[in-house]
């Protein structure tokens, strides 16, 4: 229990492992290193180095026996971390599963009430914890209601109310646009300025918090610190290994994208208007079809869509970038205006795509979802790839021509007979787009394609978008990523701007 | 269709006196098996429902299962239940006669006098508030009680999820195959995608200090006051008032003899 | 409630208290399996009428999904309780989303749930394989149809009685037991249980 201004806790690691029951090998190994009470550390390594084992470890939640089995030495604050819970604070990387509770201020005091903290003093903490974050809502806002940024910042407000000496970070931007990184790097800051907690913030994006750490540490994928020392010294000194690692250096410069020549005409849009509408589960073809239910947006978009031509739209959270993507993809229904598919795309299938079969739509547009555990609808990594050949009813040769292929080309193959919920996040991603990729489809259409990426993937995604323009395919992707939309060339479209400008 | 209506007198009762008044119509109502207590009870709730302040729209919607169920179970049992007196019909196993006719009216008005009050009560419970009340008035273990919560809360996630699984479908090309399996397989990755979030949210819960042996306050106090002991006194005299008259008309039993 | 048997060299402690994980995900299931409860209730209304109009007592049969959160609860996360928990906060669930059955509702969650729980006592909490999770289904099933028969159909002739006891016995032996227990494998194959006994099982050490 913590009383008065929190007191900085210092980090000992002993020789430190730990090995989670039903895995051969060790996640973490042999780890030693010291952090002194009010430094700033910035972790990183390889995934699969351990970083949120040990982060985990420190907050004093990887569980007991049951779960896994110890050795060495950890200490926050000269304590074993199981009994200073309330000394770490750790923010994780989702932010729907940190909302606890269904009103802002009680999720805030829930910490609060856990320590023990009398109730005079719960709720001058939660507002003064509101205040800290920057988070100017009332306390009985609904928690639901809130953007990522915001539920991150709501969890962190949760964290400072426990007034912790350590304070853990485990990649907490990396689901979050733009403004929303910056508004929990802001909140972070100013709360380490207020009380002088210890930092220790586990991220790929290094520019993010270069400026607000003072030591950077680098664990190796083996067990072991690789690097440890002031940021300038280590980012020189490890580039290569961190580049190799996938992490995201402060200096990269973004390869410029290859010009592509545009070809037949493939989506045609005007006026169009959409929004939430029911989702269209099944074909519709009555010539005459009532207007659908759902409240449209204000926007009215149009564009053109060709071969070898890619898209992104943008705009702030909110302003309708996923819900365009899914009515382009002819998934949700257009409420107003005209979608056009051309000829080169619609086929003998008409030029609705909303009115299509899913089985059309599979060789035509194909979508990949923003979480891509949305689209999973197999066991295994193969039988996933096979899925969509399957459903056109393609001969069991050609089908497995095809997920070998796919297997080889997005570096799936080690995993191919594996479960595809087991996959990592970046194995996750690449399962989805080879999915939609499978059927060979003129369109495709990406939902915010980077999110939670690191580097390798990243261009790896941009190498792969880059193919398939040459190819002749057209890509439209709802992004944040500005980087991303240069490195793939692709012309922007501004949601709530409502202009549309060349790249 | 989980957001409690906040409007009217119900909305500020401490939940655990709601639970406790519901509670007391049921037991009552459960013991006999008579249409007169039955009616009885109906009657006055119907009345305090006119007083309850909510609107009359959400109260059909929500109540509407009840009057269809009701009456289905009332004829089952008209045509099945026990016979006695005189048999005005019979064909195979079906069998009306004036004892099964009276169970199969008492049985429908009890599940309407037992399920309304219910309904109408729950429909304004805050699920945090109810929590509180249970931890802290009837002193259930905190754990369990805010852990249950938790994961009640995930339910308000599992909507959009749903609607993400059905246009993911589309686009695999697998929205038109046998809907049966569709839906399963949607349910299933349902519970996978809904228990891996409450994996993360149990670490989230502990990294805030849940679950040490540490003695837990509140920063939300549940108090029983007037107001509530006043529900359960209604409840109370709503529950005499129905025994009272059945038994003075003759018609109270004890489970059906 | 703490009991930990010292581990052999190949078997893993079997710890009796309650982790918070347990209690977290115990409550997901319970709640996914409410909503369950509220679908099957729309689904099942319509159809009961009729079939117990043919085939009364038959109507048993349908009963099966209403025992399933108590026995898929305990298969996942193996702790006393487990059983009687998932039951109780499904029935929960299912009550606030303002059905007609009211406290009743409760009374079933609650006994449907003992159903379920004394038969994972009887193998004290130790064996969750297939044999226990049928009977403890069909334990459910035998305890929701008493309750039904007091409840529902007070006045029901004895064969109703024990047709209906035993169609919802038999299903609840099958939804509840059987198909919870393939549920637990087919989840645990997808990792989603790695924190949990009934996870590392199935998948061994990877």
Partial sequence: MTQGPPVPAAVRVGGWGWRYSGRAAWAVRDLTLSIEPGERVLLLGASGAGKSTVLAGLAGVLGGDDDGETEGALAVAERPPAEARGTAGLLLQDPDAQVILARVGDDIAFACENLGVPREEIWPRVRAALDAVGLDVPLDHPTAQLSGGQKQRLALAGLLAMRPGLLLLDEPTANLDPAGVREVRDAVASALDASGATLVVVEHRVAVWRDLVD???????????LADGHPDTVLADASSTLRAAGVWLPDETVPEAEPVAPGAALLTARELAFGRGPAVARRRRRASRRTPSGVALPERVSLDLAEGSALALTGRNGAGKSTLALTLGGLLPVLGGTLRAEQALAGDAGPSPESWRSRELLTRIGSVFQNPEHQLVASRVRDELAAGPRALGL??????????????????????????????????????????LATRPRLLVLD?????????????????????????????????????????GAVTLELGAGREVAA | MLEPVRTGPLATLNPVAKLGAALIVTVVLLVSIDPVSAAVALALELVLVAFSGIPLRTLVVRTAPIWIAAPLAGLTTALYGRASGTVYLQWWAVEVSDG?????????????????????L????????????????????????????????????????????????????????????????????????SIRRG??????????????????????????RGRDWAALGIAALVGAVAITVAVVVGSWNVLGR | MHATITPSATRPARVLRWRVVDIVVASVVAVAAGVVFWVWGQVQNPISGPVSAVLPGFQGLLNGPWLFAGVLTALIVRKPGAALYGELVAAIVYALIGTQWGFATLLSGVVQGLGAEIVFAIFLYANWKLVPAILAGAGAGLAESILDLLYWYPGAKPEFAAVYAITTTVSGALVAGLLSWLLVRALARTGALSRFAAGREATGRV
């Fill in chain 2, 199 to 224: 994996s993360k949210l149990a670490t989230a819960m502990e990294a805030r200090g849940f679950g040490s042996p540490t003695p837990r306050t509140w920063a939300r106090p549940s108090v029983f």
């Fill in chain 2, 100 to 120: 099964s006719l009276q169970l199969g009216l008492a049985t429908m008005l009890r599940i309407l006098a037992i399920g309304l009050p219910a309904v109408l």
């Fill in chain 1, 215 to 225: 030591r950077v540490i680098v664990l190796a994928a083996d067990g072991g610190v």
């Fill in chain 1, 448 to 488: 915010e394609p980077t999110f939670g990426q690191d580097a390798n993937t990243w261009r790896g995604m941009v190498r792969t978008i880059a193919e398939l323009r040459a190819a002749g395919h057209a890509i439209v992707t709802a992004t944040h990523d500005a980087e991303f939309v240069a490195a793939i």
């Fill in chain 2, 122 to 193: 729950f429909i304004t419970i805050d699920p945090t508030d109810l929590a509180d009340g249970l931890a802290q008035l009837l002193h259930l273990p905190a754990r369990f009680v805010l852990g249950g919560l938790a994961g009640l809360r995930l339910v308000g996630l599992f909507a959009e999820d749903w609607r993400a699984l059905t246009l993911a479908r589309r686009a695999r090309g697998i929205a038109e195959s046998g809907a049966v399996r569709r839906m399963l397989g949607q349910s299933f990755a349902l519970f996978v995608l």
């Fill in chain 1, 395 to 436: 001969d069991e040769a050609e089908i497995a021509g095809r997920v070998d292929e796919l297997l080889e080309r997005l570096a799936l193959s080690s995993v191919a007979d594996a479960n595809p919920f087991t996959l990592s996040g970046g194995q996750k991603r690449r399962l989805s787009v080879g999915t939609a």
